[in-house]
């Protein structure tokens, strides 16, 4: 390891305080201020090493052995995808312990279980043959399937094995086979964070809201996200289009309505970050990835709005309090009901408009 890249690797640790939850944004658009870029340079050194957007965060693995990439030692270590049973069946993973976790580690008498829903046996254009083919193409745009087989896991690619199967970037996880996914290697979503202001001030900063999926059990609300083929945004954005005009017909108990104005906030997304998804339908050979985009909304601060002509208060109007929705809006704070990980994407944006927290 050169010096330069050490001492970068070593001020990010100072600035992270040893907080392996931290998301790092890794990519702006042009409309950033100054101020907001200089925050964005000083937090992106270790996004190719260290990004990950998990149901339960893992702890950065400091491993024992002596390997010398720092893709190896700053790795963190999926958890949730590695406990009890598999979603929907009865089907056990095999239990490993953390330092069990990477492919590095000689573990012969690993042999976890082999599990593919039923329903995903049949051939279709949004599902892998079961049968791995020789014309599968790994850690690129398959051209074949029309799948982008990339990772944004910190180690840039995945290992094949010796049976030809992909390996999970992250390690071992208890089971092999597609469980629930459709797609061996890597299966896409994308998180879609919509912030508004409130005109409220709070201690000098303005309170936002966001919008949420509800939970059904009341628990844990999430924020909206949906499949695609991959990460990249001209790709994706066909799908966004119609995943957001969904939201906005749910919203309002519209049918068959499209407002053109849900393109244009498509339009002026800002891409925020590519991740890993510690998620328990995860295995071996197929595992859950995220594009997370936003598009921010302020009145007090229209320079840094996404677009300054649409108010997503007249498309996303504030239920009454009694109303049951699927998506509501839910305002900024670090007492805000969501899991971990997406708790510190909502931390981290908030953060870069200088959003009440």
């Known amino acids: 390891?050169?010096?330069?890249?050490?001492?970068?690797?070593?001020?990010?640790?100072?600035?992270?305080?040893?907080k392996p939850k931290k998301k790092r944004i890794k990519h702006w658009q042009p409309k950033l201020t100054l101020d907001e870029k200089f925050l964005f340079d000083n937090e992106k050194f270790l996004s190719a090493y260290q990004t990950i957007i998990a149901n339960t965060c893992g702890q950065h693995r400091?491993?024992?052995?002596?390997?010398?990439?720092?893709?190896?030692?700053?790795?963190?270590?999926?958890?949730?995808?590695?406990?009890?049973?598999?979603?929907?069946?009865?089907?056990?993973?095999?239990q490993i312990n953390d330092?069990?976790?990477?492919?590095?580690?000689?573990?012969?008498?690993?042999?976890?279980?082999?599990?593919?829903?039923?329903?995903?046996?049949?051939?279709?254009?949004?599902?892998?043959?079961?049968?791995?083919?020789?014309?599968?193409?790994?850690?690129?745009?398959?051209?074949?399937?029309?799948v982008d087989r990339r990772t944004a896991s910190p180690v840039g690619s995945y290992r094949i094995d010796n049976k030809g199967y992909p390996l999970n970037p992250l390690g071992r996880t208890g089971l092999r086979g597609r469980g629930l996914l459709n797609r061996w290697a890597v299966n896409y979503l994308t998180h879609l964070v919509i912030m508004c202001g409130t005109n409220e001030i709070k201690s000098g900063k303005e309170v936002f809201k966001y919008i949420m999926k509800t939970?059904?059990?009341?628990?844990?609300?999430?924020?909206?996200?949906?499949?695609?083929?991959?990460?990249?945004?001209?790709?994706?954005?066909?799908?966004?289009?119609?995943?957001?005009?969904n939201i906005y017909q749910t919203w309002n108990n519209f049918d068959n309505i499209h407002d053109e104005k849900i393109n244009e906030i498509i339009d002026?997304?800002?891409?925020?970050?590519?991740?890993?998804?510690?998620?328990?339908?995860?295995?071996?050979?197929?595992?859950?990835?995220?594009?997370?985009?936003?598009?921010?909304?302020?009145?007090?601060?229209?320079?840094?709005?996404?677009?300054?002509?649409?108010?997503?208060?007249?498309?996303?109007?504030?239920?009454?309090?009694?109303?049951?929705?699927?998506?509501?809006?839910?305002?900024?704070?670090?007492?805000?009901?969501?899991?971990?990980?997406?708790h510190n994407v909502i931390k981290l944006i908030a953060k870069r408009?200088?959003?009440?927290?």
């Not at 970068?8 to 640790?13: G, H, P």
């Not at 002596?66 to 089907?91: A, D, M, W």
């Not at 590095?104 to 599902?127: E, G, Q, R």
């Open 215 to 245: 939970s059904d059990d009341n628990y844990y609300d999430h924020l909206p996200s949906t499949s695609t083929t991959g990460t990249n945004m001209n790709a994706i954005s066909k799908t966004l289009a119609t995943f957001l005009n």
């Open 99 to 146: 330092d069990q976790v990477p492919w590095t580690v000689n573990l012969p008498d690993y042999n976890p279980p082999y599990y593919t829903h039923s329903s995903l046996l049949v051939n279709t254009n949004d599902t892998d043959p079961e049968k791995l083919l020789s014309n599968f193409m790994w850690n690129t745009f398959d051209t074949k399937y029309n």
């Open 1 to 18: 390891m050169n010096h330069r890249k050490k001492d970068q690797i070593d001020l990010c640790k100072q600035l992270l305080n040893l």
């Open 62 to 94: 400091h491993q024992q052995q002596n390997h010398s990439s720092i893709e190896q030692t700053l790795l963190p270590i999926h958890i949730f995808c590695r406990k009890g049973v598999y979603p929907g069946t009865s089907i056990s993973r095999q």
């Open 268 to 342: 002026h997304l800002t891409f925020v970050s590519t991740a890993y998804i510690d998620d328990s339908k995860n295995t071996d050979n197929a595992w859950l990835e995220t594009s997370i985009c936003c598009y921010v909304q302020t009145n007090i601060n229209k320079n840094i709005s996404s677009n300054q002509h649409i108010d997503l208060n007249q498309l996303f109007p504030d239920p009454s309090s009694n109303e049951k929705l699927t998506y509501t809006w839910r305002y900024v704070s670090h007492t805000t009901k969501l899991l971990d990980s997406e």
């Open 353 to 357: 408009y200088n959003a009440y927290w």
